[in-house]
């Protein structure tokens, strides 16, 4: 148990349909990221939020779109996906000092396996 | 770019051996890293960071190395199990701005 909660762990889902990926994380922190990981890639880092405040979004295309409504919940809503957005998505959450601006370390959730037909 | 990677994407090594996992860095500027474990199915987990400010660190059976001249950093894991089977990650920040970047893991596999 990492303290970080995401549902649902596998999704299928068509081109046409919208869903939405949830996390939750119960470790007081103050920021939260959505990661996406492929197969034979890095893991990519699509959003952060710190203080539900959007602060990174690294030209991650509209068909995702985030939302934070509190420090502990993180929402990634999908819509008209690709088949190439298949992929693990991977929610975490971290402490930030951001007085001192300093990112460390990160708590991950298990995951949430999303395909697209 | 910046990027950050890992010399070998697989490792084999027996049961009580020690493992040493490789990554290079290329930007200087890096002042943090991270070594994580993921195994099948599961999140990334932490195994042990460094500042740039050392340059060893030791945890439980695990020890990291910086090398700040070459920008290579290692994981050396001793007396490795068949529970150390995973993928690892290493992982850079710079001060003051940027999340965590990752490069693409090294698959241990460990031969009872």
């Known amino acids: 148990e990492t303290g970080v909660t995401q549902t649902p762990r596998h999704l299928v889902m068509g081109m046409t349909n919208k869903k939405s990926l949830k996390c939750e994380q119960h470790l007081g922190h103050n920021a939260m990221y959505w990661y996406k990981q492929s197969a034979k890639k890095p893991l990519e880092l699509m959003f952060v939020y710190n203080f539900k405040e959007q602060t990174e979004n690294n030209s991650v295309p509209s068909r995702f779109s985030p939302e934070c409504p509190n420090s502990s919940h993180l929402f990634l809503h999908l819509h008209t996906l690709q088949p190439e957005d298949s992929a693990l998505y991977l929610c975490?959450?971290?402490?930030?000092?951001?007085?001192?601006?300093?990112?460390?370390?990160?708590?991950f959730g298990e995951g949430s396996r999303l395909t697209v037909l | 770019g910046e990027s950050v990677g890992l010399h070998l994407p697989t490792l084999s090594v027996q049961e009580g051996d020690n493992s040493i996992i490789n990554c290079a860095y290329s930007n200087s500027a890096s002042d943090y890293f991270i070594w994580y474990k993921q195994e099948s199915g599961k999140g990334p987990q932490f195994i042990i960071d460094?500042?740039?400010?050392?340059d060893k660190r030791q945890g439980q059976r695990v020890t990291v190395l910086l090398n700040k001249t070459v920008k290579h950093l290692s994981l050396q894991i001793a007396a490795t199990q068949p529970g150390d089977s995973a993928v690892y990650f290493c992982a850079e920040s710079t001060s003051g701005n940027t999340p965590l970047v990752f490069g693409k893991g090294t698959r241990l596999s460990v031969i009872a």
């Open positions: 460094i500042r740039s400010n050392m």
């Open positions: 975490a959450s971290s402490q930030e000092d951001l007085r001192g601006g300093r990112y460390g370390e990160l708590f």
